[in-house]
């Protein structure tokens, strides 16, 4: 892999901040506090092309890969978080579409998906099937022409706005990871309803709520590849997803390295500038290094993406480190601003909250580290 980025990534890397800067840096305060979700705004960020990155320009799509996707992911996420996850479950929700759908599906779903007309979502989590989605519950039963839903999702990234989500349920009768499909879920789809939208601790403008089917009808016709592969589906968008969250992650970790200079810079204690400390200085050099390391690690990984290679292990890797590096950057600035740094009106109390589901979400630290240790064994 060149480090050297193309000037079509950085022209998009330039995109991407210049929006963020300009539409999101100025309200993202506003937004978490009020717990708004922005929609306006993030069909801005639709038309921009940012919802279809890696989907080719015949399906709508930028067709701009992977590593193009993160740089403008982490532009996002440095002025929002909450935006950066919205967009980025907008673009996972493209992926199984790309692989599995067939022609129809890929006219119907996601071509307005990746033209910015269509928000997404990705629904697997349930109650009792978190990390482990072989156990999950909410079934669809075979009625000929349709299936039968019933069940429920929670934590569903943009589920209360989405056009159209990927749904993975059971099918079958025995609990096995092969007994599950993906289907694609319609916005008002009869029987199926929009539950309680979760009060989270941090990405507050994002939408999050939980998904009920009662008798829900879903036409055969959208089943998403073949019944029974429902679990294969969700580990190939999650891999991309991974790379996404990792990208997050680090959008958030350069917004908090920037917060720790500046405010080390004018904050003075013992008559001089705090930033004059060796204490002070460590915490700025650790945070700069693994910023460094985890923008590596994430490229690469999307850098193999865009190789068509195998990515699985570098995705996890990426994300793995990259969260965790995110949540121990928000750490160290928070410390840096001291009492300050506790208090809602600073820019760090907001990013130490984003942080901290960035090592939860698309797979905890421990499923990465299942998935690498497989991998490198
Ligand atoms: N790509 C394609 N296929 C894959 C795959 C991948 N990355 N990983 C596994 N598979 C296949 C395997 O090859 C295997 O196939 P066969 O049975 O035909 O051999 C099958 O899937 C089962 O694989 P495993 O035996 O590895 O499955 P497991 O039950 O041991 O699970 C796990 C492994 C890694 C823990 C997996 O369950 C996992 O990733 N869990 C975490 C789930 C997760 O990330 N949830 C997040 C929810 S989404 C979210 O947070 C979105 C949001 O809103 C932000």
């Known amino acids: 892999m060149s480090f050297q980025l193309s000037s079509e990534q950085e022209m998009i890397r330039l995109m991407a901040r210049d929006f963020a800067r300009n539409e999101l840096e100025p309200n993202a305060h506003q937004w978490d506090q009020k717990e708004i979700f922005p929609l306006e705004t993030v069909k801005k960020l639709g038309a921009l092309g940012l919802f279809g990155m890696m989907v080719p320009q ?27 996850v919205t967009m980025s479950v907008t673009n996972l929700s493209c992926d199984p579409l790309l692989k599995f759908g067939n022609e129809e599906q890929k006219e119907k779903y996601l071509k307005p998906l990746a033209e910015g007309r269509y928000l997404g979502a990705f629904a697997i989590t349930e109650p009792a099937a978190g990390s482990d989605p072989g156990s999950i519950t909410t079934r669809a039963e075979d009625k000929g022409d349709y299936y039968l839903v019933n069940g429920s999702k929670i934590f569903i990234t943009n589920g209360g706005f989405a056009d159209v989500i990927i749904l993975i349920v059971r099918t079958g ?9 993906g289907f694609l ?31 829900c009808r879903i036409l055969k016709k959208n089943l998403l590849g073949k019944e029974g592969t429902g679990f294969k589906i969700a580990m190939a968008a999650l891999d991309s997803g991974r790379i996404g969250i990792a990208s997050q992650s680090l959008g958030i970790a350069r917004a908090c390295l920037d917060e720790a200079i500046q405010y080390a810079k004018n904050r003075r204690q013992f008559g001089r500038p705090i930033n004059s400390f060796q204490a002070i200085q460590w915490m700025i050099a650790d945070s700069a290094t ?7 690690l994430t490229l690469h990984a999307a850098d193999m993406k865009d190789q068509e290679l195998p990515f699985t292990k570098e995705a996890s890797m990426a994300k793995l480190f990259a969260s965790e590096m995110a949540n121990r950057v928000a750490y160290k600035t928070l410390q840096i601003h001291g009492g300050y740094g506790y208090m809602k009106e600073y820019k760090i109390e907001r990013l130490y909250r984003d942080a901290r589901v960035t090592s939860i979400y698309e797979g905890t630290s421990e499923v990465q580290r299942i998935v690498v240790a497989r991998e490198v064994m």
């Open 58 to 84: 015949e399906y709508g799509g930028a067709g701009a890969g992977a590593v193009s996707y993160s740089l403008a992911l982490q532009e996002i996420a440095y002025s929002c978080a909450s935006t950066a």
């Open 185 to 215: 879920l319609e916005k008002g789809a009869p029987g199926f309803t929009i539950g309680r939208t979760e009060d989270k601790m941090g990405l507050r403008a994002s939408n999050t709520v939980e998904l009920l089917f009662e008798d």
């Open 173 to 181: 009768q025995k609990k096995s990871n092969h007994s599950l499909s």
């Open 290 to 296: 693994e910023i460094e390391a985890a923008y590596h």
